[in-house]
């Protein structure tokens, strides 16, 4: 039978100064008194129940495909991940967690996606992993199914929103093999290794939003007997013919006001 307490020697492992304290390199936790008596009451415990029954009640057991880190006190007390097998569990002072290393895989719910021209597409996908370090899949990261696959939404949004639709279509063994080195490059602190990624279904067009009309709004490009001007261009001397005739009907207004008085007087005379 293993015990949870065996001990090696592993080199650091590399990662941001954040996890620096987390992942370095293991030491033997050293207990208070208190935690010591806490320790050896459980420890005798256990082993004053009858014998028989108190290794199948005190026991967990590691399969293959899985690892496990142990937590004693709160602290982890071995190096590295403990390996398939049997092992002890002192009530009230350890705590076992296990983490599944076989391929797993994640879906990317289908999500509208915005292309370099503007076109809204539905695509879906799904995401292959597999946990290449347990101690970072425990320590490092909460959740990491979850963070994964919330990752992977983002990264497919950010890889084909800067291609066009044709592009896609036609470079989708790329974009596969680039989203895959991008989520393999972010959940590598997380003990995640990503083995591949693939587009599934049809890319489905929903919608072209109309860039063209935007980019008019912009630039508001007319075209007048063959030549394109600018609308603003166009709409000031629209202004400004309208402001002429209204001056000119106002001098008009005047001069036939200044011609009616004159005819006025002279019939008066």
């Given at each position: 039978?293993?015990t949870?307490?065996?001990?090696?020697?592993?080199?650091?492992?590399?990662?941001?100064?954040?996890?620096?304290?987390?992942?370095?390199?293991?030491?033997?936790?050293?207990?208070?008194?208190?935690?010591?008596?806490?320790?050896?009451?459980?420890?005798?415990?256990?082993?004053?129940?009858?014998?028989?029954?108190?290794?199948?009640?005190?026991?967990?057991i590691?399969?293959?495909?899985?690892?496990?880190?142990?937590?004693?006190?709160?602290?982890r007390?071995?190096?590295g991940?403990?390996?398939?097998?049997?092992?002890?569990?002192?009530?009230?002072?350890?705590?076992?967690?296990?983490?599944?290393?076989r391929?797993n895989?994640?879906?990317?719910?289908?999500?509208?996606?915005?292309?370099?021209?503007?076109?809204?597409?539905?695509?879906?996908?799904?995401?292959?992993?597999?946990?290449?370090?347990?101690?970072?899949?425990?320590?490092?990261?909460?959740?990491?199914?979850?963070?994964?696959?919330m990752?992977?939404?983002?990264?497919?949004?950010?890889?084909?929103?800067m291609k066009?639709?044709?592009?896609?279509?036609?470079?989708?063994?790329?974009?596969?093999?680039?989203?895959?080195?991008?989520?393999?490059?972010?959940?590598?602190?997380?003990?995640?290794?990503?083995n591949?990624?693939?587009?599934?279904?049809?890319?489905?067009?929903?919608?072209?939003?109309?860039?063209?009309?935007?980019?008019?709004?912009?630039?508001?490009?007319?075209?007048?007997?063959?030549?394109?001007?600018?609308?603003?261009?166009?709409l000031f001397?629209?202004?400004?013919?309208?402001?002429?005739?209204?001056?000119?009907?106002?001098?008009l207004?005047?001069?036939?006001?200044?011609?009616l008085?004159?005819?006025?007087?002279?019939?008066?005379?």
């Open positions: 039978m293993k949870s307490m065996d001990e090696g020697t592993t080199a650091p492992i590399q990662g941001d100064m954040l996890r620096e304290t987390m992942f370095s390199e293991y030491k033997k936790p050293h207990y208070g008194g208190f935690e010591n008596c806490l320790i050896t009451t459980s420890v005798c415990g256990t082993w004053a129940c009858t014998p028989c029954c108190a290794p199948c009640c005190n026991v967990t590691v399969k293959d495909y899985e690892r496990a880190i142990n937590f004693r006190m709160g602290r007390n071995h190096n991940a403990l390996e398939g097998g049997m092992y002890v569990v002192y009530p009230g002072i350890d705590d076992f967690r296990k983490v599944d290393i391929e895989s994640i879906n990317i719910p289908a999500q509208s996606v915005i292309t370099a021209e503007g076109l809204s597409i539905y695509v879906d996908g799904v995401v292959y992993y597999h946990v290449a370090n347990a101690e970072k899949a425990v320590l490092g990261i909460k959740d990491f199914t979850s963070a994964t696959r990752l992977a939404q983002t990264k497919l949004r950010e890889v084909l929103g066009r639709f044709d592009e896609i279509q036609a470079q989708r063994e790329e974009i596969v093999e680039t989203l895959q080195q991008l989520l393999d490059e972010a959940t590598d602190p997380w003990g995640i290794k990503v591949r990624v693939e587009i599934t279904g049809k890319l489905r067009k929903v919608n072209l939003i109309y860039t063209e009309r935007v980019l008019k709004d912009v630039h508001c490009v007319v075209v007048v007997e063959g030549i394109k001007t600018p609308c603003f261009v166009i001397v629209y202004i400004y013919v309208l402001l002429q005739i209204y001056n000119f009907l106002i001098k207004k005047e001069q036939w006001a200044l011609k008085k004159l005819n006025v007087m002279l019939k008066l005379k």
